[in-house]
Antibody, heavy 122, light 113 residues
């Protein structure tokens, strides 16, 4: 089955670190990039960045550059989103998003994970 | 960054009637070399992740009912839902994939009148 399986909900305190994951299965990794999209409570979708698991090439949105780290492990078809020091404003749903790779560009999101809810509260 | 502005922010439509959502881009999303518009539409039903509806501005994704259609070119795009059904209650987003960052519109909430 073609799917993106995300790690479970997290509750953290401000200042703590966190790494969430997204594992792809049922498709050829080299045909896709993995991305992350943030949705704050009651708000819209925000594109954070994408990674090519084949070579770890990563592109960040300027809004998120330096705030998070996107990484991956191609041997287990898994992408990660990491924070070194969480803030209350990081509270949001984070969606993993698969994007087809056409060789010279990366396309739209054709498959979404179910999301990982991150709650940061003291 | 490319800014996508959707209108309206919300609309209420009677069952069986048409819903029209607009998305205006701050720059052209039409690539002249392949005559394709780098714009997609997504549906997010309550409590669910988004789902791809339309790509290349007018191509329906697999399994999407034909009451959903996309149109437009360059900077002005439209998502039309003909004959609205109860399960179409959702927030709809446009997104470009012209360059990075791949920004989204702010979303349009569709409700039943």
């Amino acid at each position: 089955e073609v799917q993106l399986v995300q790690s479970g909900a997290e509750v953290k305190k401000p200042g703590e670190s966190l790494k969430i994951s997204c594992k792809g299965s049922g498709f050829r990794l080299s045909d896709y990039w993995f991305g992350w999209v943030r949705q704050m409570p009651g708000k819209g979708l925000e594109w954070m960045g994408i990674i090519n698991l084949a070579d770890s090439d990563t592109i960040y949105s300027p809004s998120f550059q330096g705030q998070v780290t996107i990484s991956g492990d191609k041997s287990i078809s898994t992408a990660y989103l990491q924070w070194n020091s969480l803030k209350a404003s990081d509270t949001a749903m984070y969606y993993c998003a698969r994007q087809p790779y056409y060789g010279d560009y990366v396309g739209f999101v054709d498959l979404w994970g179910r999301g990982t809810l991150v709650t940061v509260s003291s | 960054d490319i800014v996508l502005t959707q209108s309206p922010d919300s609309l209420a439509v009677s069952l069986g009637e048409r819903a029209t959502i607009n998305c205006k881009s701050s720059q052209s999303l039409l690539y002249s070399s392949n005559n394709k518009n780098y714009l997609a539409w997504y549906q997010q039903q309550p409590g669910q992740p988004p789902k791809l509806l339309i790509y290349w501005a007018s191509t329906r994704a697999s399994g999407v009912p034909d009451r959903f259609s996309g149109s437009g070119s360059a900077t002005d795009f439209t998502l039309t839902i003909t004959s609205l059904r109860a399960e179409d209650v959702a927030v709809y987003y446009c997104q470009h994939y012209w360059t990075t960052p791949r920004t989204f519109g702010q979303g349009t909430k569709v409700e039943i009148k």
